[in-house]
């Protein structure tokens, strides 16, 4: 039997067999709804589909849960975002190239505007005007080194902004970027981000270790988890710095680790040394894309700041990717455990989880809160803890 079975641990018994006290605050209780992993998301948020680098010369097809979109750029090298879909015959207009400012279809050339509008057929007769159409346009961004798109209604896009990213343009700050591609459904991965216990996961490319959560702070917007942890990093000399390259070279020490969930985005901060970003795509119930973006601070060396902003502009961009391996490393491994948690989902939807990470029920109920804001949902939490 599992030990996920009720028979086997349930939430008024110890592990050892024996009686637990009712308000034993180390037990979970465990109810049996299930639908946070079918849980939508609310469209009236900037989420980011590419990198900047990934968008050049020919059009870049992507899907924001479930909506098809386009990015591509005109002769200006501006940003566009549309519905990969034509409506002429409903092939994605991604498969096309980009003719000049315009979006041309693979399948018969009809090409399309910034603003979505037909503007050119080339089998059009004499007699013929041009199909009233019009390819969806989204509102689209270029920020931080990523592409941003706003897939809910138009007008709200400028009453929010995009998850601010300072430090990728800060001089002292080193970034690593990291793509990850979830075969599962997004709240799964932004319960892996904030729950830091599961350090135990990562022996070989560890970060932390002994994360104990001190407070939770919630809101109708985000959830902040306070932890206190033992951080293999101290980059306060010169020389500290090959601690990124070099496993030997590191040891514990204690340090504050600070975790938020911005819906639809998530960010950390481990000590002074170092600030960490989660920007998400879901795609649809089983599938999420993302990012994750490290930044190694270099402000402990004020000496720095009197070199010339092009050599220190050269060093950061030469160091861009510096802590690759660790990054990669920790995607990896989390990304497969998430595909079980999927996996063992979909085969056994009605089994029931047992939690003790308190963060995990505020990030539910924030996802529910964002999907359904009148607060009229019948669903119940997933991780409820007693």
Known sequence: MSAMDPAVFSP?????????????????QVTSSHNIRRQGINLNHWYVLARSFEVQAQPLGLTLWHQPIVLFRDTQGHIHALEDCCPHRLVRMSHG?????????????????????????????EHQKLPTCRLRRYPVREQDGFIWVFPGEPALAEQCSPLGMPEWEDLNYIATVSSIDCPGHFSYLIENLMDMHHGHLHQEFQAWAEATLESLEESSTRVDAHYQAQSYYRIDRMWSVAQLFIPALRQLHPEPLDVSYVYPHWMATLGQDFKIYCLFCPVHET????????????????ELLYLPKWFRRFLKNRLFGAAQHLLDGLVKQDVQMIRDEQQAYLQHPERRIYELNRALVSVQRLIRTQVNPSGESTISSEVNLQ
């Open 12 to 28: 008024d018994s110890k592990r050892d067999g024996t009686s637990a006290p009712k308000n034993d605050p180390t037990l979970s």
């Open 97 to 125: 190239i980009v003719a000049g400012d315009q979006l041309e279809c693979a399948y018969h050339g009809w090409r399309f505007d910034a603003t979505g509008r037909c503007s050119w057929v080339p089998h059009l007769a």
């Open 287 to 302: 599938q999420t894309r993302g990012y994750l973006i490290h930044f190694t601070s270099l402000n402990r060396f004020p």
